[in-house]
């Protein structure tokens, strides 16, 4: 029998095709013109609207990502596993949910990520999201105005952007978001300190050229880059643009108290205090994460969840058998548990 070619969708496991409908826009950013690290102005935006969307306007939940993460990612598939939006898809199709639509917004920066944040090193990035792609999105979709239809949900660094504008979302979901700082990032100064004295001249300079004229990236050999991008954000150098100041001595790893004081400043877990009634405003708070968290994320869900207690949040905290990976799984049922408090 000869081969011969065939029309539509492979199907599973390939491609399930979506019963919803996703818009892949580009769009041109005026905030981030400028940008220290010449980064792009042109970003992809997806946009879902669950099957039904039709003009009546409904909840809309943004998925925000973690650090390295970049938005054609969300269409990736593991062994066995559909993708995240085929997982979204099939739980709207499914009756599930309530119709909403769902935005997947790129932040990727040159060091990985922008922890969401404006900073003299990567550029304004919550201006980004919160000014211009909120906007973009309330004038072009049926979405109900107002951050009391408006969530926010990511994971890890997405997890911790997720917190950082109650004003503009209504409700919040992070998956292992980061917090408790001292846990998830004390831990990984002495490392790279030594990573940088045995391999890169004890410099950070180094350390990125090399990474950037890498043909392949070992992400073993360069790990804990991570941190950089981290300093990018809570810590900018003030007389360089896109540049860091790093909270430890890189030749010794002893601590910098007065830059460490400046990242301690924007944990979630000493930010919430600071934030406390539009906290309370809020008509959902989700926080999950897995009890075996390669970076004590757990750890920082639950230290996030006890100041919320004092500040009187109503919120519910779930910990899971798992690590920090592979939460896939979990994302569909954050935007739902958004879209039920939203509508």
């Not at 769009?27 to 690290?37: F, Y």
């Not at 909403?100 to 060091?111: E, G, L």
């Not at 890498?214 to 809570?234: C, I, P, Q, T």
């Amino acid at each position: 029998m000869a081969l011969r070619a065939a029309e539509g969708s492979a199907g599973p496991p390939w491609e399930r095709p979506l019963r919803g409908t996703l818009d892949r826009l580009i769009i041109q950013s005026e905030r981030l013109a400028g940008n220290p690290l010449g980064d792009p102005v042109r970003r992809p935006l997806w946009v879902y609207r669950a099957p039904g969307v039709g003009d009546e306007p409904v909840p809309s939940v943004y998925v925000i990502q973690g650090f390295m993460g970049q938005v054609d990612m969300w269409a990736r598939h593991f062994p066995f596993e559909p993708s995240m939006l085929e997982r979204i898809d099939e739980m709207f199709a499914g009756g599930d949910c309530p119709r909403a639509v769902v935005v997947f917004v790129d932040a990727w920066t040159s060091y990985g990520g922008s922890q969401f944040l404006n900073s003299t090193s990567t550029g304004p990035y919550m201006d980004y999201l919160c000014d211009e792609v909120v906007p973009f999105v309330d004038e072009r979709y049926p979405v109900l105005p107002g951050a009391e239809h408006r969530g926010l949900t990511g994971k890890s660094s997405g997890g911790y952007g997720a917190m950082l504008r109650p004003d503009v979302f209504g409700a919040l979901a992070s998956h292992a978001g980061d917090a408790l700082f001292e846990c998830c990032y004390l831990p990984n100064f002495p490392q790279i300190a030594r990573k940088l004295r045995d391999e890169f001249d004890g410099s950070w300079d180094v350390f990125w050229e090399q990474l950037r004229a890498a043909d392949h990236v070992d992400m073993e050999r360069f790990e804990n880059l991570d941190l950089y991008g981290y300093a990018a954000a809570y810590s900018p150098d003030p007389q360089r643009p896109g540049k860091a100041l790093m909270p430890f001595e890189v030749d010794t790893g002893r601590l910098i108290d007065d830059v460490w004081a400046q990242w301690l400043d924007w944990d979630p877990v000493r930010m919430a205090p600071r934030h406390a009634d539009a906290l309370r405003s809020m008509r959902r708070v989700y926080l999950d994460a897995g009890k075996e968290d390669e970076w004590y994320l757990d750890l920082g869900a639950q230290a996030f969840s006890k100041e919320l207690d004092k500040l009187g949040v109503e919120h519910t905290l779930e910990l899971f058998k798992g690590k920090h990976g592979g939460l896939t799984y979990r994302y569909p049922r954050a935007i739902r548990e958004l879209v039920l408090a939203l509508r």
